[in-house]
Nanobody, 117 residues
Framework: QVQLVESGGGLVQAGGSLRLSCAAS????????MAWYRQAPGNKRERVAS???????DYADSVKGRFTISRDNAENTVYLQMNSLTPEDTAVYYC???????????WGQGTQVTVSS
């Protein structure tokens, strides 16, 4: 079991940036793929970015070129750098470990990102 704690959200104007962090309760060295998800009110939770142990990344089309996922195994932390934010990025952001594309641990509390126009 891994507990995940997200942080770094906040209120930002359109065009601004935020950096989210996801701290894991144990070493990430043995964990393959980590992912960031988001859920806006009334919408399903969607995956926005993922990163393998080897550093390969994948992004949803809606965030490509604007978001960057990274991981620091020594710090047991995964990051999501979000640039050029738009109001459509407003959501609660969560991280998780994924296996064959499926999140496998209980969701944390997430971190709220609100982008004003």
């Amino acid at each position: 079991q891994v507990q995940l704690v997200e942080s770094g959200g906040g209120l930002v104007q359109a065009g601004g940036s935020l950096r989210l962090s996801c701290a894991a309760s144990r070493s990430l060295f043995s964990i393959n793929t980590m992912a960031w998800y988001r859920q806006a009110p009334g919408n399903k939770r969607e995956r926005v970015a993922s990163i393998t142990a080897g550093g390969s990344t994948d992004y949803a089309d809606s965030v490509k070129g604007r978001f960057t996922i990274s991981r620091d195994n020594a710090e047991n932390t995964v990051y999501l750098q979000m640039n050029s934010l738009t109001p459509e990025d407003t959501a609660v952001y969560y991280c998780n470990v994924i296996s064959i594309g499926i999140p496998i641990f209980p969701w944390g509390q997430g971190t709220q990102v609100t982008v004003s126009s």
